[in-house]
C-alpha cells in the first residue's frame, strides 16, 4: 500500500470530508478521492461510503486507520535512527507555533540553531494550538507548540508526546483609563456589564474566554470579534472594549492598555508536542532542548 495513499485515508478520518482532506494535503478532493479509490483497489475491500453528499469510513476503513497510525510511527523511528546513525542536524525541521509564544520564543531558538547547525532550516507556519496539534498528528508539522486548552479540546492524543515549555497566567486587559484599571484584581463578575472584544470563536482561546464568563453567569457582550490580538488591543485601548488576554502579551504590551490580574488566577501550560516516534530524532532533540533553555531564559 501507497504512502501517499494511506496519508489520504488517516486525513480523510481525521477531517471527515474529501475538501477537508484535500485542503490539508495541498491537493484537490479529486485527487484525494482517486488516491481512497486506488487504495480500496490495493486493499480489495471498500474503505469509504456514501451519506448523501459526503463519506463516511467503513469498519474496514476503521481498521486501516489504526494499522496506517502505526506504520506512521515506525517510518518516524526509522528515519530517527537514520538521521542518528548520519550523526548530522540538517535538513528542514517544521514547527508550528500560535503567536504569543512563538514571538517570544522563537527567534533566540531559531538564531541559536542556525548559529550551531548551519545546514539546518526550520520553517515556521502559525496554526492556532488545536490546528497545530492535528498538523502534527497527519505529519504536515514536525514541532508544534500548544497549551493544554487545545489538549482539552482534542480528540486522539495518541503517539504525540509534550515537554512542558512554560506557564502563563490570564489577565484582564483594560484601558488605562478605564475605572477598572486602577483595581489591584478583577473578577469575571467585574466585568459583566462591559463590552468586550474576544478572539474569533474558532480560536480555541476565545471559546475558552466565552466558556470562561458563562460559567461566571453571564454572556459576555461583544463588540469585536478579532482573529488577532493587533484589533483587540486597538479597541481595548481607547476604552471602546475589555479583554481577557494570556500573560505573555504582558510582555509586548502596547501604550494604553492596562494589564489587571484575574481573580481567582487561570493558567494554563504550554508544550512543545512531537510525535513519539521522532524521540529520538537528532534535530527534535536538540530543537526541544533549545527551545526549553530560550523560554528558561526569557520568561524566567
Excluded at 75 to 103: C, K, M, N
Excluded at 223 to 232: E, F, L, T, V
Aim: proline fraction near 5%.
Amino acid at each position: 500500500m501507497e504512502f501517499g495513499r494511506l496519508r489520504a485515508l488517516l486525513e480523510l478520518a481525521r477531517c471527515g470530508t474529501m475538501a477537508a482532506a484535500a485542503e490539508a494535503l495541498f491537493l484537490t478532493p479529486s485527487a484525494v478521492s482517486q488516491q481512497i479509490a486506488q487504495l480500496e483497489e490495493d486493499a480489495g475491500v471498500k474503505l469509504t461510503e456514501r451519506v448523501g453528499r459526503g463519506v463516511r469510513l467503513t469498519p474496514a476503513g476503521h481498521a486501516l486507520v489504526g494499522y496506517a497510525e502505526r506504520v506512521m510511527v515506525v517510518l518516524d523511528e526509522a528515519r530517527s535512527e537514520l538521521a542518528e546513525l548520519r550523526r548530522e542536524i540538517a535538513g528542514e525541521l517544521r514547527v508550528a507555533a500560535f503567536p504569543s509564544i512563538a514571538s517570544i520564543v522563537l527567534p533566540d531558538t531559531v538564531k541559536e540553531l542556525r548559529r550551531a547547525f548551519p545546514r539546518l532550516a526550520i520553517a515556521l507556519e502559525e496554526l492556532e494550538p488545536i490546528d497545530a496539534v492535528a498538523a502534527l498528528r497527519s505529519w504536515r508539522t514536525d514541532i508544534a507548540l500548544i497549551d493544554d486548552l487545545s489538549i482539552a479540546t482534542g480528540n486522539d492524543r495518541e503517539n504525540v508526546e509534550l515537554v512542558p515549555l512554560a506557564e502563563d497566567a490570564l489577565y484582564v486587559a483594560v484601558a488605562t483609563d478605564h475605572p477598572l484599571s486602577k483595581k489591584p484584581s478583577l473578577s469575571l463578575a467585574d466585568l459583566r456589564y462591559e463590552t468586550w472584544a474576544i478572539e474569533s470563536t474558532w480560536s480555541t482561546f476565545g471559546s475558552f474566554v466565552i466558556e470562561l464568563c458563562r460559567r461566571a453567569g453571564f454572556e459576555p457582550q461583544t463588540n469585536a470579534r478579532c482573529r488577532g490580538s493587533d484589533i483587540i488591543d486597538a479597541m481595548v485601548t481607547p476604552g471602546c472594549s475589555v479583554s481577557i488576554a494570556p500573560g505573555l502579551r504582558v510582555l509586548r504590551a502596547p501604550i494604553g492598555v492596562a494589564w489587571v490580574k484575574l481573580r481567582p488566577e487561570i493558567r494554563r501550560k504550554i508544550y512543545v508536542a512531537y510525535r513519539s516516534g521522532e524521540r529520538n530524532h537528532p534535530t527534535v532533540k536538540v530543537f526541544v532542548e533549545e527551545i526549553v533553555r530560550t523560554a528558561s531564559r526569557v520568561l524566567s
